[in-house]
């Protein structure tokens, strides 16, 4: 599936590296991630950082989002069945916690023929692979994927960008993509700590360009969280810590234990029939 983001030709694991025809190498880390990250392209960031990462998959490790990734695992049961050997890709892997848990759902049932996971951060992309041996781990853009074009059956994103334009590149015509998004319940609690005016999100019509919407599920749990950290760690997690007031930051900082609503659509897109003009060269 991955191909050289230099020249485009399809990569081959020879021991410890990636190699094209052309003789472009890329060293497989001990972890077994590999960096294929060009960094001088638009829309390519430097991503979570170590610490984010370690903190992030600490609060996951605790379960509150367990719910999520069981209904993840069912969706991905689902939305694949049929398929015997399916080439899984998850577009903004992050630590790799749904990823492991979705690859892992493929390769219980003997349908898994290659998963990739890429996230634009090393240190996101590092840990998950030390995880995970049913996934190939890259350092790289969802914007711009090192993955041959029509190469994945299934392709998910979770709390990540959606470049459809390069989604549509990569999955097959009769491929599937799955996306999620908070509902408009979701941290309902923990706004209302925090903002003197919270608000809740927007459930609108969703819509990918080139894609047609085909399935829609909505998963909404609640969560008792008793440890200060996690409650940070958290809002951290979501794009509020960037924006928030000082007033804000304080609230949070003094809340010591917390009920909250977890809220998440599920959004199943498919590519439509007739997309030839979806994208005009």
């Avoid at 689902?78 to 398929?83: D, E």
């Avoid at 969802?142 to 999955?171: G, K, N």
């Avoid at 949070?252 to 909250?260: D, K, P, T, W, Y």
């Amino acid at each position: 599936m991955l191909i050289c983001p230099n020249c485009g030709e399809p990569l081959v694991q020879k021991q410890s590296a990636f190699r094209c025809v052309h003789g472009h190498s890329y060293d497989i880390a001990r972890s077994g991630y590999c960096n294929l990250l060009q960094s001088s392209r638009s829309g390519d960031r430097t991503g979570d950082s170590k610490e984010m990462v370690v903190a992030r998959r600490r609060f996951l490790d605790r379960g509150y989002y367990t719910g999520l990734a069981d209904a993840l695992c069912r969706q991905t049961d689902r939305l694949t069945k049929g398929n015997l050997a399916v080439h899984f890709v998850d577009a903004g892997c992050g630590e790799g916690y749904y990823t492991r848990r979705m690859a892992g759902t493929l390769q219980e049932s003997g349908r898994l023929s290659a998963a990739v996971g890429i996230d634009i951060s090393k240190a996101a992309t590092q840990y998950a692979a030390k995880r995970d041996k049913n996934t190939q781990y890259i350092t790289g853009s969802v914007f711009h994927m090192p993955l041959e074009a029509h190469c994945a059956d299934f392709i998910c994103s979770i709390f990540a960008p959606t470049p459809a334009q390069e989604f549509h590149r990569v999955v097959k015509a009769d491929g599937c993509v799955l996306c999620v998004v908070p509902g408009e319940e979701h941290l309902w609690e923990l706004k209302c700590a925090v903002y003197d005016i919270p608000y809740k999100n927007r459930e609108e019509k969703h819509h990918m360009d080139g894609f047609q919407l085909v399935k829609k599920q909505k998963v909404i749990y609640s969560v008792y969280i008793d440890n200060p950290e996690d409650i940070r760690t958290l809002f951290a997690m979501t794009p509020y810590a960037h924006r928030t007031p000082k007033r804000g930051m304080e609230r949070l900082q003094a809340l010591q234990e917390l009920e909250v609503t977890l809220s998440f659509l599920l959004l199943a897109f498919q590519p439509e029939e007739n997309d030839k003009n979806a994208f005009p060269t």
